[in-house]
């Protein structure tokens, strides 16, 4: 009696020095060490107070922590449940890291740090990512240069395909808009760069050569993104001769040098052509006035007719030096292709021009020359100033086009980002909701199976 009594003594005491046991309560991280793993099941001792139990898709996360988990491990867990039907606490991996993910993001975004995120879809409006349930969204409009998809006319259909190539893709982003009660981010690549492209903007000068790549190309032009800044390369900036077509002149993603011909506020102007030798210098030891030349009709306007001298060179058969008898349009006596003789009457390397006369070539026309010259002269003149008229309304209506388009694209991107953001959460919450489902079945079909094993053995 008195060994009993002794052992009653020292248990009370026991008891009275460890004091209350707290039970774990759902909301919590709690501590505890895997005891057991088992297909898709997962025992914690919780510091020997309880037993907890992950299961179903809260043993994922995106670290992937199941798939590195050994027996004996310690894991930070989030308590969901005091106790199942089996008596064990029911807890998750995902929700305390979709925690610790939180914690991360708030920080970054308190402290204005960029993260490094990877997007797993995309639709026209822009980049989705899901990390741990957290909804990240990453607008068309906030990609930076290189990622940005510039596109013809603002083609949606193009700007998906563009944009499902960034899925993957690890992208450095800052934090625009936090709510972490509906679990949704706003993210933006231009802004994780922008002091990275305020510097570079700082430092870059006027007649700089510079290495970049090809970010876009457009019927006006080629974009060239370089040290987080991007310019264009009007389609005029592009060759020394006629360009029909910026595509002929590079592909999305090649590397090229250029050189930096102006710089108004974030607007930069580049050239490629002005990066090799100008032709113009060589045709004025190669051509002179009064010499026949022969060539193809490679292109026919209102004012005249173009033709090819070499690679570079073309030269313009003025309307009224095409025919003796009086016309008002060029194709009723020319056509693309065809080849033919005419003489050089003007020649202005300054202005890159090259006048020719088919009428010059006649006897009676010979005849009239000397009366013809200051007239052959003025018409040049007159040519020059219409070409002229014609290219600088041709970089304002490039300018205005620009602006419109980005204007266009920016207001498209807005509706497109509104509509689509609402209509992709609730297509999202319906996926999830469907994926918990069937998750839910297959997880109570494996414990059905698991409960009919244990009752067999």
């Known amino acids: 009696m008195v060994t009993s009594n002794a052992s009653s003594s020292i248990m009370e005491q026991l008891l009275n020095a460890a004091g209350d046991i707290v039970l774990p309560k759902p909301g919590e991280f709690i501590d505890g060490k895997v005891i057991q793993i088992q297909n898709n099941r997962i025992l914690v001792d919780l510091g020997g107070i309880t037993t907890g139990i992950i299961s179903g898709k809260e043993a994922h996360d995106s670290a992937g922590t199941v798939k590195t988990l050994q027996l004996g491990d310690q894991v930070t867990t989030y308590i969901l449940d005091e106790e199942n039907e089996d008596g064990l606490a029911v807890l998750s991996l995902r929700k305390a890291s979709q925690q610790k993910t939180w914690e991360r993001f708030i920080h970054s975004y308190d402290n204005n740090e960029a993260i490094t995120v990877t997007a797993s879809e995309a639709n026209k409006g822009g980049l989705l990512l899901n ?3 957290i909804k990240g969204f990453i607008p068309v409009s ?3 240069p290189l990622h940005y998809p510039r596109v013809n006319g603002a083609d949606s259909g193009q700007i998906l395909v563009r944009l499902q190539k960034l899925i993957g893709v690890p ?5 625009l808009n936090l709510d972490k009660e509906s679990g949704k981010l706003i993210l933006s690549e231009r802004a994780a760069e922008l002091e990275e492209r305020d510097s570079a903007l700082e430092k870059l000068e006027v ?11 457009v019927n006006f032009g080629i974009f060239v993104t370089f040290d987080g800044l991007e310019g264009l390369v009007h389609i005029s900036e592009i060759a020394w001769g006629h360009v029909k077509d910026p595509n002929n002149h590079g592909k999305l993603g090649d590397k090229l040098d250029v050189l930096v011909i102006g710089k108004e506020n974030d607007k930069i102007s580049l050239s490629m052509k002005r990066l090799t030798p100008d032709p ?5 030891k190669k051509y002179k006035v009064g010499n026949v030349i022969k060539g193809e009709i490679n292109r026919i306007t209102p004012f005249g007719a173009f033709v090819k001298l070499d690679d570079e060179i073309n030269g313009l058969i003025h309307v009224s030096e095409i025919s003796e008898t009086e016309i008002s349009d060029p194709s009723e006596v020319l056509k693309v292709g065809d080849t033919i003789e005419a003489k050089i009457i003007n020649i202005d390397p300054n202005e890159h021009r090259v006048g020719l006369s088919i009428n010059a070539m006649t006897a009676k026309s010979e005849k009239k020359s000397k ?7 003025e018409e040049t003149k007159e040519v020059a100033e219409t070409k002229e008229v014609a290219e600088t309304k041709e970089v304002a209506e490039t300018k205005e086009e620009v602006a419109a388009e980005e204007a266009k694209e920016e207001e498209a991107e807005t ?6 953001t609402k209509e992709e959460v609730a297509a999202e919450e319906a996926k999830e909701e469907e994926a918990e489902t069937k998750e839910e079945e297959a997880e109570t079909k494996e414990e059905e199976a ?5 009752e067999a053995a």
């Open 171 to 175: 992208l450095l982003v800052k934090i």
């Open 371 to 377: 009366a013809k010259e200051e007239v052959a002269a």
């Open 280 to 284: 113009w210098v060589e045709a004025t």
């Open 142 to 144: 906030q990609l930076a």
């Open 450 to 454: 698991e409960t009919k094993e244990e």
């Open 415 to 420: 509706k497109e980002e509104e509509a689509e």
């Open 207 to 217: 007649g700089q050569k510079i290495k970049g790549k090809i970010s876009g190309i």
């Open 131 to 133: 990390i741990d349930g």
